[in-house]
T-cell receptor, first 112, second 115 residues
Framework: TQLLEQSPQFLSIQEGENLTVYCNSS?????LQWYRQEPGEGPVLLVT?????EVKKLKRLTFQFGDARKDSSLHITAAQPGDTGLYLC????????????FGTGTRLTIIP | NAGVTQTPKFRVLKTGQSMTLLCAQD?????MYWYRQDPGMGLRLIHY???????AKGEVPDGYNVSRLKKQNFLLGLESAAPSQTSVYFC??????????????FGPGTRLTVT
């Protein structure tokens, strides 16, 4: 069974600070995705990383896929209250690309 | 274009009662999914469907049944609800662009409480 472990589980920081959250596995994934979920809503896809070592930027968010494709990180620069939410990583199950395995998430709170 | 919609948004059941959750998508996607989300456990796959008329078990299928009679609809049924099924249920559909490249779209969720 492929597992994705996310750390930290909870993170609360002041507006304007930088932060990094992590998604780790002992398994190799063909790709990894990051989602953000706001209270009372479903997750929304932020990015997909496919190539080992790949770095993608989405405004103040920087996503990196590990060289061995077993881990990924999300770095937020100058965090804003609008970044508050649950961040989930996910990767295709080794039983087929049609299923995703989700991490348990990092709950991020940005304090104004 | 509503994307993925779920009905109802909230429901309270008594132990032993049955109910059906409805998911509808207007994106013409083949793959549809039902997940449950519990605190500290992330999203866990209940059942999924790779096309009209087909269904398959996910990670936590016990106590649930599904049907995909029409491509745009995916129904999740609880025949005899138990308190352990108290959760937030999410429906999703996926479009695949190639190996490792796909996008999954989620509905707004159904909050179910079983007393």
């Amino acid at each position: 069974t492929q597992l994705l472990e996310q750390s930290p589980q909870f993170l609360s920081i002041q507006e304007g600070e930088n932060l990094t959250v992590y998604c780790n596995s002992s398994s190799v994934f063909s790709s990894l995705q990051w989602y953000r979920q706001e209270p009372g809503e479903g997750p929304v896809l932020l990015v997909t990383v496919v190539t080992g070592g790949e770095v993608k930027k989405l405004k103040r968010l920087t996503f990196q896929f590990g060289d061995a494709r077993k881990d990924s990180s999300l770095h937020i620069t100058a965090a804003q209250p609008g970044d508050t939410g649950l961040y989930l990583c996910a990767g295709p199950s080794n039983f087929g690309n049609e299923k995703l395995t989700f991490g348990t998430g990092t709950r991020l709170t940005i304090i104004p | 274009n509503a994307g993925v919609t779920q009905t109802p948004k909230f429901r309270v059941l008594k132990t032993g009662q049955s109910m059906t959750l409805l998911c509808a998508q207007d994106m013409n996607h083949e793959y549809m999914y039902w997940y449950r989300q519990d605190p500290g456990m992330g999203l866990r796959l209940i059942h999924y469907s790779v096309g009209e008329g087909t269904t398959a078990k996910g990670e936590v299928p016990d106590g649930y049944n599904v049907s995909r009679l029409k491509k745009q609809n995916f129904l999740l049924g609880l025949e005899s609800a138990a308190p352990s099924q108290t959760s937030v249920y999410f429906c999703a559909c996926t479009v695949q662009y190639g190996t490792g490249r796909f996008e999954q779209y989620f509905g707004p969720g159904t909050r179910l409480t079983v007393t």
